[in-house]
């Protein structure tokens, strides 16, 4: 079964390969942080080491043990030998995961929405889909022009490209459901302006987007790299690993009621996507901490978590004032707490809602398609298919 904790079956691995006190365990008291890059001297410039680097010494190999994730100072045209080879299988990986909204057969999600939903579910399917078509875009801008940019290692580069591509798949699915289903598009596509309570997750996101969106940034400054950190972080394991996953889950809810079965199948492929980036976003911070000896402020993270809880639940009550069948507001703010703690735990952090209980137990079933045992081990054609795709409920 694909994991959201460890997708690709690297945790052993990953122990092995990042020892010591940056792997895993961010210190949950703050420290000074000191930068540990060897390839920049105290006092020396980074830029001036650039240009060294990309001139007269640029004619010396590249030795895979130089590159960093950020900071670093090798020459990011050359992939191999890999630094990170697990950024190499995840991009090989996702690459396996082929589809496009038109593979997917909407004929009776019309009749659904048009005949079989209550105006509570059409009300929840309408503002999910509202919510998730604006995050998409936020995603890709993200990893796109803040994020991509400032890493120094190629494979983790081109995994990200291949992400942001993913991001823009994502779109284009939201709008074919929408423009499908015959919602007004233009009112669809204004509703996280005007209302509250999706407004109100745009706006945590596009603060700390940002925050690390501007192009003097230098990531050799202990305060910037922090924030980049932080920021980064919260993008991976709040923004995608908690919000989108708990974000498909009413949608979800429907499916297993026998309505919106083409939107949920839509939904499913995204989500073996963001069960990769979850996953490689934490992989990224974690690096970051191994290399960087960088410790955070144990209350920003603590008021990352509240604040996301508090945004969470009142899009929760907003979307679900009163439960639709097997879904209520309840269960979702409990997932998104249990899904916190998973988060959490990837990143070496503590728990910051000890006790979630998980809420939704077959959510992590919906991260695999029903047809393959293991997605990652069946071939790649299979994936090119997925019209052909069967559900048993
Ligand atoms: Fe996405
Ligand atoms: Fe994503």
């Known amino acids: 079964m694909l994991s959201w904790d460890d997708p690709l079956g690297f945790n052993s691995g990953e122990q092995k390969q990042q020892p010591g006190a940056g792997d895993a365990a961010a210190p949950t008291n703050p420290v000074v942080i000191e930068q540990t890059l060897e390839a920049v001297q105290p006092g020396e410039p980074a830029a001036?080491?650039?240009?060294?680097a990309n001139s007269a010494a640029s004619m010396e190999p590249v030795h895979a043990e130089d590159k960093r994730v950020v900071n670093g100072l090798t020459?990011?045209?050359?992939?191999a030998p890999f630094k990170y080879p697990w950024a190499w299988e995840f991009f090989l990986n996702a690459n396996k995961n082929h589809w496009t909204p038109l593979d997917i057969n909407m004929t009776q999600d019309v009749q659904d929405y048009q005949h079989r939903l209550t105006p509570e579910q059409r009300h929840v399917y309408e503002n999910v889909l509202a919510y998730?078509?604006?995050?998409?875009v936020l995603a890709m801008r993200n990893i796109g022009l803040a994020v991509m940019e400032k890493m120094t290692a190629p494979e983790l580069q081109i995994y990200q490209a291949r992400q942001v591509y993913e991001e823009a798949l994502h779109t284009w699915t939201y709008q074919h459901c929408i423009e499908t289903i015959g919602l007004d598009q233009g009112e669809?596509?204004?509703?996280?302006?005007?209302?509250?309570?999706?407004?109100?997750?745009?706006?945590?996101?596009?603060?700390?987007?940002?925050s690390i969106l501007r192009a003097d940034i230098d990531l050799t400054n202990r305060d910037e790299l922090n924030n980049f950190v932080m920021s980064y972080m919260f993008f991976a394991a709040v923004f995608e690993g908690c919000w989108f996953y708990n974000g498909f889950s009413p949608i979800f809810a429907l499916q297993r009621q026998g309505l919106m079965k083409g939107t949920a199948e839509q939904l499913q492929y995204i989500m073996r996507d963001e069960v990769l980036h979850c996953a490689f976003g934490i992989r990224v911070v974690k690096q970051i901490f191994a290399e960087n000896s960088i410790a955070l402020d144990p209350r920003e993270i603590r008021q990352m978590w509240d604040e996301s809880e508090a945004a969470e639940t009142d899009y929760a009550r907003y979307i679900l004032p009163t439960p639709i069948i097997g879904y209520s507001a309840e269960?979702?703010?409990e997932q998104f707490r249990h899904t916190a703690n998973r988060r959490a735990r990837q990143l070496g952090l503590e728990e910051p809602f000890p006790g979630a209980r998980n809420a939704l137990p077959w959510l992590d079933e919906q991260a695999n398609l029903r047809k393959e045992k293991n997605f990652f081990e069946t071939r790649v054609t299979e994936y090119q298919t997925g019209g052909a795709l069967s559900w048993d409920y």
């Open 75 to 79: 020459d990011v045209n050359q992939l």
């Open 48 to 52: 001036e080491k650039v240009v060294s």
């Open 132 to 136: 998730l078509t604006t995050s998409d």
């Open 331 to 333: 269960n979702h703010v």
């Open 188 to 210: 669809i596509y204004n509703r996280y302006r005007v209302v509250p309570e999706i407004n109100h997750k745009i706006q945590i996101t596009n603060r700390r987007l940002h």
